[in-house]
C-alpha cells in the first residue's frame, strides 16, 4: 500500500540554522509533491508544490527538491526564525482528481 | 485570494444528536470540495471528494450514511456527522479547488472545525 513517511521526532535547531525536513513515499509514483505548513488548531497553508519532471524549487527562504528515483524529497528552510515554527506536511498527488495523500508532519522548532 | 472559511470552529455536542459543518469558497469557485479528519499529531485523511452538483466520493473505510456530503453550489460543501459518537471527536478539514483555474491540483484549506462528542 502506498506509504508516506515523515520523521515523527520534532526537529529543534537554532535560530538562523537551515532545518532540513524529509519526505519518503513507497509504492506510489505521484505527479507532484506539497509542502504545507499547519500550526495548532489550524487548517494546513500551501507553501510550496514540486512536480516529478523538476528537480528543485525554490521560493524566498524555503527550498524543495524531488528525487524519483530515491522516492525522496527534502524542504529546506534557511535563515530560519522562531516564526518557522510549526508543523510541516508533505502531501502527494497524482492524476486530475486532485486527491492529496499527507505524510504524518514533522514539528520544527526554532529556538532564539 | 483564495479563501476557504468553516462554521463553526469548534463545536460540543451529545452523543446521538448530529452536527453540521459548513466550507465555503469566499473568493473563487469551488468546482471539487475535499473532507478530511485529522486525529491528534496525526495526519490528514481524506474522508470523500465532492464535485459541485453530484455525489460525494467516499474513502474506503468511510461511512457515506455517517458521514453526509452535500455540495449544492460552487462556493459551499455541508458535511454532516449523523448520530455523532465520542469517536467522531476530530478536527474536521476541508479544502477546496477549482477546475476551471488550471490549478486543479491547488487545494485551499479551511481553518478546521473541532468536533467533541460527550
Known amino acids: 500500500s502506498q506509504k508516506i513517511e515523515q520523521n515523527s521526532e520534532a526537529l529543534n535547531i537554532q535560530e538562523g540554522k537551515t532545518a532540513t525536513l524529509t519526505c519518503n513515499y513507497t509504492?506510489?509514483?505521484?505527479?507532484?509533491l506539497q509542502w504545507y505548513r499547519q500550526d495548532p488548531g489550524r487548517g494546513p497553508v500551501f507553501l510550496l508544490l514540486i512536480r516529478e519532471n523538476e528537480k528543485e524549487k525554490r521560493k524566498e527562504r524555503l527550498k524543495v527538491t524531488f528525487d524519483t528515483t530515491l522516492k525522496q524529497s527534502l524542504f529546506h528552510i534557511t535563515a530560519s526564525q522562531p516564526a518557522d515554527s510549526a508543523t510541516y506536511l508533505c502531501?502527494?498527488?497524482?492524476?486530475?482528481?486532485?486527491?492529496?495523500?499527507f505524510g504524518q508532519g514533522t514539528t520544527l522548532q526554532v529556538k532564539p | 485570494g483564495a479563501v476557504v472559511s468553516q462554521h463553526p470552529s469548534w463545536v460540543i455536542c451529545k452523543s446521538g444528536t448530529s452536527v453540521k459543518i459548513e466550507c465555503r469558497s469566499l473568493?473563487?469557485?469551488?468546482?471539487?470540495m475535499f473532507w478530511y479528519r485529522q486525529f491528534p499529531k496525526q495526519s490528514l485523511m481524506l474522508m470523500a471528494t465532492s464535485n459541485e452538483g453530484s455525489k460525494a466520493t467516499y474513502e474506503q473505510g468511510v461511512e457515506k450514511d455517517k458521514f453526509l456530503i452535500n455540495h449544492a453550489s460552487l462556493t459551499l460543501s455541508t458535511l454532516t456527522v449523523t448520530s455523532a459518537h465520542p469517536e467522531d471527536s476530530s478536527f474536521y478539514i476541508c479544502?477546496?479547488?477549482?477546475?476551471?483555474?488550471?490549478?486543479?491540483?491547488?487545494?485551499?484549506f479551511g481553518p478546521g472545525t473541532r468536533l467533541t462528542v460527550l
Open positions: 473568493d473563487f469557485q469551488a468546482t471539487t
Open positions: 479544502s477546496a479547488s477549482s477546475s476551471t483555474s488550471g490549478r486543479a491540483y491547488l487545494q485551499f
Open positions: 509504492n506510489y509514483s505521484p505527479a507532484y
Open positions: 502531501a502527494l498527488g497524482s492524476g486530475n482528481t486532485g486527491k492529496l495523500i
